[in-house]
């Protein structure tokens, strides 16, 4: 009896009521929707836009002929500091496997303006076009979401450990740089036009480096690539869950001098320079320099070290 009465009163006490309210359960999941859009500035983006006033003097002119970027790693947040992961739904765009989920993000079709065939030498845009990450969002309070641009290495090690690259499940059925580097997590491909007349292309792309040996599969010797290089980014969301999320191209295409190397296509040496940008997430890329910045992504460690500044939430 006396134990009772000791168990009886310590559930009374104060402090134990207030760790019963604390463990009350938490509310219901809502489904959630990030939209994603380019823009140049407040103004939308498309295959038949042209973003103008670039580079040295303003004299160049660019039009995206591939945009695609992968979403992990979403995150919702509240006030207080408590964060919970985000539950992706399934489909063509979205993967969820036991090693984590990933959802595939593409603004350019392959048809309009310089998103045709034959805009530029190394198009690869596809016909799909995906402008939403979908789920449950276990906050239903949250203030602000967080996302990584990129493959999480546990899903990528475990996709290129199951599958070739022309089987594996959709999303990731494309976007590798090839089986033996693994993934690039961010590709913008574009057409690049200047005042003189002269005209070259643009190719952005960021991806994990280090993965492994050539001759191999990506992360087969080893947890993590040298440099795992996914961005991060950090929005607020409005009062109803929402989040209409803008990437200002026009930020992502500013601070470069324009000239990229000229390659002879049969050897892929650089035979001379040209218009254009150039960045393959290669150390001694320059280009690489501003676009790694840009992004909040250390060239040293490959870590992110800030936000990635060009994506924004829309009012």
């Known amino acids: 009896m006396k134990s009772l009465a000791v168990l009886t009163a310590l559930v009374a006490t104060p402090a134990a009521a207030e760790m019963a309210m604390k463990a009350a359960p938490m509310a219901e999941p809502v489904p959630f929707t990030l939209n994603f859009q380019a823009t140049d500035g407040?103004?939308?983006?498309?295959?038949?836009?042209?973003?103008?006033?670039l580079g040295p003097e303003g004299r160049y002119k660019v039009g995206i002929n591939d945009l695609r970027f992968y979403i992990s790693d979403v995150v919702f947040q509240k006030a207080d500091g408590t964060s919970l992961p985000a539950k992706l739904d399934a489909n063509d765009f979205q993967l969820t496997l036991p090693e984590g989920?990933?959802?595939?993000?593409?603004?350019?079709?392959?048809?309009?303006?310089?998103?045709?065939?034959?805009?530029?030498?190394?198009?690869?845009?596809?016909?799909?076009?995906n402008a939403q990450v979908t789920g449950m969002n276990p906050l239903p309070d949250a203030t602000s979401v967080s996302f990584r641009i990129g493959v999480p290495q546990e899903v990528m090690s475990a996709v290129i450990a199951a599958h070739s690259d022309k089987d594996a499940p959709k999303p990731l059925d494309q976007m590798y740089w090839n089986w033996a580097m693994g993934y690039?997590?961010?590709?913008?491909?574009?057409?690049?036009?200047v005042t003189d007349g002269t005209f070259g292309e643009a190719y952005l792309h960021i991806g994990s480096m280090g993965?492994?040996?050539?001759?191999?599969?990506?992360?087969?010797d080893r947890?993590?690539?040298?440099?795992?290089?996914?961005?991060?980014?950090?929005?607020?969301?409005?009062?109803?869950?929402?989040?209409?999320?803008?990437?200002?191209?026009?930020?992502?295409?500013?601070?470069?001098?324009?000239?990229?190397?000229?390659?002879?296509?049969?050897?892929?040496?650089?035979?001379?320079?040209?218009?254009?940008?150039?960045?393959?997430?290669?150390p001694m890329q320059a280009h690489c320099d501003v676009l790694f910045k840009t992004f909040g992504i250390s060239r040293v460690t490959g870590d992110a070290e800030g936000l990635a500044m060009p994506f924004h939430a829309l009012p």
């Open 184 to 193: 690039r997590h961010f590709v913008l491909n574009a057409k690049v036009d």
């Open 101 to 129: 989920t990933v959802a595939l993000i593409d603004l350019t079709g392959d048809t309009e303006g310089s998103c045709a065939p034959g805009s530029i030498q190394f198009g690869e845009g596809t016909a799909a076009v």
């Open 211 to 220: 993965c492994g040996p050539m001759e191999g599969k990506a992360l087969a």
């Open 42 to 53: 407040a103004s939308p983006v498309t295959c038949t836009s042209v973003i103008e006033g």
């Open 223 to 282: 947890p993590r690539c040298d440099f795992v290089n996914t961005p991060l980014v950090r929005l607020p969301m409005a009062a109803d869950g929402s989040l209409d999320v803008a990437l200002d191209l026009r930020e992502v295409l500013s601070g470069y001098d324009y000239v990229a190397p000229v390659m002879d296509m049969a050897t892929m040496t650089k035979i001379g320079e040209g218009p254009g940008l150039a960045c393959h997430s290669g």
